[in-house]
């Protein structure tokens, strides 16, 4: 049940991208219409296609066939797109020979983000993940959760429109985990819109508006929670869990939710 | 506009390249200790160069005076456009943490970037050394201006050149991205081609020294007249000027004028490169069409001879491991800068030489394998599967075993059977025999050696060459094994000549001196093994 929805307020805005490597189809005419404000939360098994939809969309793959439109913009006008998102890939993209500070401050300069306000916008945020006390120590140095952290800061630096975040609770402690969340919900709260891919189901039941679920390249199940697990034949009382277990399990099973 | 914004950010992510090499450099206290022996080995050269290159400035009245001066002013722009190819094929085709760059500025300046923080890169490995022999040029010539017209020379070339040579080094790539054969192919032409190189520059030294080389023709055929007449600018204002000449001017326009149209050509290229997956791919990592190199069939047996023990098993995973990676071997390239000189020795050795030369050299080579293969790094090879290994009822001394096993059964065949082929080029059978047995009683020796001190100084750091990640041996540990094996084995070798040729009678000082030689072999080994054992069974993660 791909969206359709052609609403001029739509943050992000896909239209049948299909994507194959050699003989393998890994998108299969996945169509996304998300609404500026939403969190989004984007699940599917291994291998769906999460990760392949997640770099069309930011304009870092291209799609074999199809489009995308991010805040209006066409994702191949990269330098009028960069504004507008920030991406946490699953692999934070920091450098070990950088501490956090230096970190930041280097993607503030290429953000152009004026120098007064880039130092107070990263002191803010240090301090909100509790990592002022180590913001000078190489990034080298830290654990798992402090570089999750660093990075997150750095993707949300320039206040982006469309936020996308691939795993960022992963491996994470139950502390750390609830900062990125509750973040998440400050991000969205500010008027941005989150797309979000995750295997950690209560977090997407926690902060997601809307639930795509991605399988074999498809999208086979979208709308509220509520409604995704009400069509996943689960008898209406099940966790997001159960509905995804049956909307990704077997495809005879889908019939009543894709098509809806 | 965007230009400017471009270079700003180019120049910002260049900034931040170079400063992150230069941390990487002083990262580790190895890499400073190899840092300081390159420098004093490379600076202690220099140094006393220098007294010569002072006297040549103070001679020095023309520019035809500098010897194959347009040959060298050829050479340059040509070597460092080769230069930044290579470099780009090998490591700055792609920008580390590229989901955060190219989400954050255009591809152009990512691109001038990478440039910039290279062109900073090669100013401290190689202009650092030449602007020292430059200023004791000039010092010598007496004209201090040439410093300055020196790099106003230099750095629109370097400039051009990197550009140009990024730019087909990024073309290489997408080729190579849309022709995984070809890559593969021409993987294997550039390793034999680079191992030829190293052998050919082996010899360049001497014959350059022996007037053997046909320079003067070399000169007449290769020089580009304008490229030097350019070069040669850099002489301006001092009593080694070179008249006016037109071709000189055209040239650094040329110059000019191609610095922003190689800019744009190997943006495109990289955006090509950056923004394409490969032909394979996606989330699940390969496709159905490169399953059936990455697929095996059946489960792990281990062949016979070797499954009767724990070691054996472990020696045949290092083989199978082996054979599926072989580039986790590329440290064994040191070699070959050991084999120049004895190439030349075996090309130029009279025909009753030859057979017994390379009896020994086959013997000798049996022996670097078996102990270089595996053993140089044997904790940092296996320090990922020590949560499994060691907590297995396998013992650490089976999977010490299991690392000399895999070496000896590399390098004895080589070390028995060259010896025994030479036989056909007129070696005595009994040489033959004899230099076959000391090779596989040295592969035995080194085997053990090499585990005790790749035990001693393990590397942890994954490495990614030739598509591989792995880790390779320290560099000083792979010299000290070279330095103990080789006149080890060289000793062993010469008194098996000597002796099976009758040149050596029985005497106490021979009996003394040949019981000692083993003793002392044995005994490191031994003990270098030993040693291997005891830092597996009490190895602890920090």
Redesign the interface.
Known sequence: MPSTNADADVAVEATDLR?S????V?LDGVSLSIPSGTVYGFLGP???????TM?IL?????PTSGSVRICGLDVSD??K??PH???L?ETP???D??SAREQLD??A????IPSETAEARIDDLLDQFGLVGDANKRIGTYSKGMKQKTAFI?SVLHEPDVLFLDEPTSGLDPRAARQIRTSIGDVADAGATVFLSTHILPVVEAVADEVGVLFDGRVVAEGTPDEVKSRAQTGGEGSLEDAFLAVTSDETQLSGVADE | MSLRRDVRHGLRIGRAEFVRSLRGYASETRRIIGLLLLLLFFGGSLLFSLPAVYVVGRGAQSVTEIPFFDLVATAIPVGLALLATFRTLERIGRVENESLVLTTVHPRAVVIGLITAEICRIGLWFGLPLAVVAATFTAGLGAPSLLLTTAVVAAPLACCTTVWGYAVGVAVLRAFKRLPGVRRTLKVVGFVAMVGLVLVSQSFGRLLAEGSLPLEWLAATLTVGPLADYLALAFVGTPLARPFSAAAVVTFAAIVALTPVGLAVATRQASALWFTDRATGGDRGSSAAGAKATDSTGGFSTPKPLAGTNGGHVAWGLLVRGVRHPQKFTHLVMLVFFLGPLGTTIVQSSADGLGPLLAASGAGLGTYLAGATFGLNPIGDDRPQFPMLLLTPTAPRELVRGRVLAGVILGVPVAAALPLATVALGTSPLSAVGFALVGVFMCVAAAAFAVGIGAAYPIYEEREFWGATTVVPSTLVLMAFMFVVGPGTVIGLVATWFGVTGHLSATPLLAAGLGLYLLVTVGVSYGSYRYAVRRYRTYTFE
């Open positions: 994507k490597y050699g003989s393998e890994a291994n291998g769906a296609g999460k990760t392949t770099r930011t304009g870092l793959s291209q990269r330098r797109l960069a998102v920030g991406y890939p993209p920091l450098y020979e950088f280097y993607v300069d290429l953000r152009d750095q």
